[in-house]
């Protein structure tokens, strides 16, 4: 019932029409949305549309949430999906932003985000756009968290989101297992392209993998050519080729 009330509501935010205003939002602030093709910018405004019109978006410390908040991180979810489903979103709730780094309970020191396992995702808006803004570093906190989302979307954070059959989960445990398991063992491969947290967990592993494979596509199919081939396999993205 839940799901098929969710669908017509999706249907229903489709056919509003697309805000011109968010373009341009879009083009000051989202380098990756000028390299679409035609065909997917019309799957990826599509997606945006509805992602920013049914989660809720709350403002934190003192930041009011504007169009621009609400379209800029609804981008950096749905690169994620364009060619999965929105249902990797349907246990996300709301994204809470701050204005810079921020400060929560059961962490030490300062944080940029943190996905939580109720459904809520918080972001720091000065991290969102510095990701943004340097495309190529490997660190995007929105990319970040985001993953996490996908990965909680079968009902725990471990490094394994849905994938797209059966027959995939094989290869995926063995070649994210793999890496995994030489990222912490500091092997040089791997430290060139992903960043040391990922030897934290599984879980911290694909959400740093994900940063990689969208911002350092090319070093990651050259230097971890198979975790490259998975996340591609996963996403349906050829970074690399720029497609």
Known sequence: MFSFIRQFRRRRLLRRPFPEAWLGYLDARVPFFRTLSPELRQSFL???????????????GG????????????????????????????????VIVYPSAFRIPDRT???????????SVILSWES????LR????GHDTATHEFAHVLDRADGAFDGTPNLRAYSHYRAWSAVMSEHFHKLQQGQRRERQVLDDYGGLNEAEFFAVATESFFEKPRQMQEKTPELYEELKRFYGWDPAAGT
Not at 68 to 89: D, K, N, P
Not at 128 to 131: E, I, Q, R, S, T
């Open 134 to 137: 340097n495309p190529g570093d």
């Open 46 to 60: 599509d997606k945006l549309k509805v992602f920013a019109w049914e989660k809720e978006f709350i403002g934190a």
């Open 109 to 119: 020191g300062g944080v940029l985000g943190e996905a939580k396992n109720w459904g």
């Open 63 to 94: 930041l009011e949430v504007t169009d621009e908040i609400r379209v800029v991180i609804s981008a950096t979810a749905v690169q994620l999906v364009v060619h999965l489903s929105l249902s990797y979103y349907d246990r996300l709730r709301e």
């Open 128 to 131: 969102v756009l510095a990701g």
